[in-house]
């Protein structure tokens, strides 16, 4: 019995597709046979669908010659026919415009007449999440042609089957352009991010702080030198610190782990350089932070331990997300090593997205929590030298992102930036206090600008749950009136059943009076050669027992191949033995075939 999901009027039916065409499968041949493809025969496979918004389609990206579509079970299809993937992925739908033949991942419908293919395509779109709910596999899901023959549909009447499309269309057509103008809105945003992030490391964003501040600001040459005078403070106190906890653990015996020497900073070369903004230079990233320190390369894994590791996917929009966490075990040193402080940038190093590479997020007091993995490098803000949230938006500034894409960007499929690489990155620098300001500025204008980007989103939401209610209300019988001068469905299944036996007779009738076809030899199998060793039960020759089989001289090429792949298969599995005797190799089942 057929099975009715909703109801609805009842000049409709509840039916299955397989009521309203007729199912083709598709199918591929051999791609080891050049003779069989680049020909004038349309073929489709479920990529050509990937990312195609389009109702009708003409071409895929590979075609079939007439010897190709022989020696496979592909058929060709008459234009609009309604294509459907049943794998990989299940669901995606296009009408084709021309004649054409698919590969086994469609199950197309070619619709009977009365039944108006672009209604049945708006509703196999519909029914996506049901045909993948009543997909089977492991690996991944595939519809069968037998479980796509009976996906229930329901039927109106052929002339509303129109106005439904025609309604469904000039409804969608008028959300379309909304979501364009949306789009377009969030495509502008994005711009804008951009455009603000450059004006405020242009010095631009701040013009009037530096005219209300100007007894502030150093000249590039004095800025330079205060920062590099900063950086060897900051060692020196480290290696002060390192020195009274080196005394402190020789004078109770040396027990303990021995503190570690801080290890000295590289030497970075760097020149004052006057960019034309008042207070400002550019200068090499390394001066501005600490050593880059990597992450660790312990495996973690939900509930993996109880310390947690954050990772590529926790690095956000320049803030962490801790959603979606692993977790490790790690002693005090590794904790001591991978700790994180408030004020710290972590970074992606590697990765094949090349747009991921180099996206920083900065650590909060919440985040100290945790420790970090191997793909991550922490940039440490010399305090003084560089505000940390100064630091996140100028590796998001477009010249300086650049930069990092130059560095990381590789022909490997993964690209990668190094410690090194992040250390000679050329940024633009001002007094702490004029990057606060900066981060003041960008902080309040980019929270604006997010705020309305999750109106739009919000607003894309809607869209699409209006695109779902537009096809409920359409399928079932509440999107156009009904008319009561159209035949009901009931009758439309009568012809087309009638039409459908019709077409049956006839073509058993044209069966009956065809020529007897000759029918094609079996290809020797090595069953078959395993039953001509057993009847031998001693040596024979390979081209003996190849005889025995019917390959021999009028043979095909196939044939012949095929017939020693599946011998070297036997061989290696060592259920046959082979010995070379002169020029040919005799062959016996092996001994624990003949016991």
């Known amino acids: 019995m057929t099975e009715h999901l909703w109801e609805v009027p009842s000049s409709w039916e509840w039916t299955v597709i397989k009521?309203?065409?007729?199912?083709?499968?598709?199918?591929?041949?051999?791609?080891?046979?050049?003779?069989?493809?680049?020909?004038?025969?349309?073929w489709f496979a479920p990529s050509d669908l990937t990312g195609y918004r389009q109702k009708f389609i003409a071409r895929g990206a590979k075609t079939l010659t007439e010897e190709g579509l022989a020696n496979s079970s592909a058929r060709i299809m008459p234009a609009g026919s309604v294509m459907f993937s049943s794998r990989a992925p299940v669901g995606y739908v296009a009408i084709n415009s021309v004649p054409a033949a698919t590969n086994q991942g469609f199950k197309s419908?070619?619709?009977?007449?009365?039944?108006?293919?672009?209604?049945?395509?708006?509703?196999?779109?519909?029914?996506?999440?049901?045909?993948?709910?009543?997909?089977?596999?492991?690996?991944?899901?595939?519809?069968?042609?037998?479980?796509?023959?009976?996906?229930?549909?329901?039927?109106?009447?052929?002339?509303?089957?129109?106005?439904?499309?025609?309604?469904?269309?000039?409804?969608?057509?008028?959300?379309?352009?909304?979501?364009?103008?949306l789009q377009a809105a969030r495509t502008t945003l994005s711009l804008y991010r951009q455009s603000l992030l450059k004006s405020a490391f242009e010095g631009r964003l701040t013009a009037d702080w530096r005219a209300q501040n100007a007894d502030k600001l150093e000249a590039p040459k004095t800025l330079l030198a205060r920062i590099q005078h900063e950086r060897d403070?900051?060692?020196k106190a480290a290696l002060d610190a390192w020195q009274d906890a080196l005394a402190q653990w020789r004078a109770y015996g040396e027990k303990g782990k021995k503190p570690a020497k801080p290890k000295r900073p590289r030497d970075i070369a760097a020149k004052a350089t006057d960019i034309g903004i008042h207070g400002w230079t550019m200068m090499p990233l390394g001066l501005l932070i600490d050593e880059p320190a990597y992450g660790t390369s312990k495996k973690?894994?939900?509930?993996?331990?109880?310390?947690?590791?954050?990772?590529?996917?926790?690095?956000?929009?320049g803030v962490i997300d801790a959603t979606d966490l692993k977790s490790s075990n790690f002693d005090?040193?590794?904790?001591?090593?991978?700790?994180?402080?408030?004020?710290?940038?972590?970074?992606?190093?590697?990765?094949?997205?090349?747009?991921?590479?180099?996206?920083?997020?900065?650590?909060?007091?919440?985040?100290?929590?945790?420790v970090y993995a191997g793909y991550l490098i922490r940039l440490r803000p010399i305090p003084g030298s560089l505000v940390p949230k100064n630091l996140v938006y100028l590796m998001?500034?477009?010249?300086?992102?650049?930069?990092?894409?130059?560095?990381?960007?590789?022909?490997?499929?993964?690209?990668?930036?190094?410690?090194?690489?992040?250390?000679?990155?050329?940024?633009?620098?001002?007094?702490?206090?004029?990057?606060?300001?900066?981060?003041?500025?960008?902080?309040?204008?980019?929270?604006?600008?997010?705020?309305?980007?999750?109106?739009?989103?919000?607003?894309?939401?809607?869209?699409?749950?209006?695109?779902?209610?537009?096809?409920?209300?359409?399928?079932?019988?509440?999107?156009?009136?009904?008319?009561?001068?159209?035949?009901?469905?009931?009758a439309l299944l009568e012809r087309?059943?009638?039409?459908?036996?019709?077409?049956?007779?006839?073509?058993?009738?044209?069966?009956?009076?065809a020529p007897p076809r000759t029918p094609k030899a079996r290809r020797p199998t090595l069953t078959d050669l395993i039953e001509v060793l057993e009847e031998q039960k001693s040596w024979i020759s390979a081209a003996k027992a190849a005889q025995e089989l019917g390959i021999g001289d009028g043979s095909t090429s196939d044939d012949?191949?095929?017939?020693?792949?599946?011998?070297?298969?036997?061989?290696?599995?060592?259920?046959?033995?082979?010995?070379?005797?002169?020029?040919?190799?005799?062959?016996?089942?092996?001994?624990t075939e003949v016991s």
């Not at 395509?121 to 899901?141: C, D, I």
């Not at 590794?334 to 900065?362: C, F, H, M, W």
């Not at 087309?496 to 009956?512: C, M, S, V, Y």
């Open 109 to 181: 419908v070619v619709p009977y007449t009365g039944i108006f293919n672009e209604y049945l395509y708006h509703y196999l779109k519909a029914s996506k999440q049901m045909a993948e709910q009543r997909a089977t596999g492991t690996t991944f899901k595939e519809l069968s042609g037998a479980a796509f023959g009976v996906l229930p549909a329901p039927l109106p009447p052929t002339n509303e089957q129109r106005r439904i499309v025609e309604k469904i269309e000039a409804m969608f057509d008028e959300i379309d352009k909304g979501v364009e103008s």
């Open 396 to 490: 998001m500034e477009p010249t300086v992102r650049g930069q990092i894409e130059n560095k990381a960007k590789s022909t490997s499929g993964v690209n990668n930036i190094n410690a090194k690489e992040l250390q000679e990155l050329q940024v633009p620098i001002c007094s702490a206090d004029e990057q606060s300001e900066i981060v003041r500025i960008l902080d309040a204008r980019l929270e604006a600008a997010d705020a309305l980007e999750a109106e739009i989103d919000a607003a894309l939401t809607r869209a699409d749950a209006l695109r779902q209610s537009i096809l409920k209300k359409a399928f079932s019988g509440h999107l156009v009136p009904q008319d009561p001068n159209d035949e009901p469905a009931s």
């Open 560 to 591: 012949v191949e095929a017939f020693y792949l599946q011998l070297k298969d036997f061989v290696e599995d060592g259920a046959i033995d082979v010995e070379r005797r002169g020029n040919e190799d005799w062959l016996r089942l092996a001994k």
């Open 233 to 235: 403070t900051r060692y």
């Open 300 to 317: 973690s894994d939900y509930d993996g331990g109880n310390k947690g590791v954050l990772r590529i996917p926790n690095i956000a929009a």
């Open 332 to 370: 005090e040193a590794e904790l001591e090593q991978y700790q994180l402080i408030e004020g710290d940038v972590l970074t992606i190093r590697s990765n094949g997205s090349l747009s991921l590479v180099g996206k920083p997020a900065l650590v909060r007091p919440v985040d100290t929590q945790f």
């Open 19 to 42: 009521v309203l065409g007729d199912i083709v499968s598709g199918a591929t041949p051999s791609t080891k046979v050049r003779d069989y493809w680049d020909g004038d025969i349309i």
């Open 496 to 513: 087309i059943k009638a039409e459908k036996a019709e077409r049956d007779q006839a073509a058993k009738r044209d069966r009956k009076s």
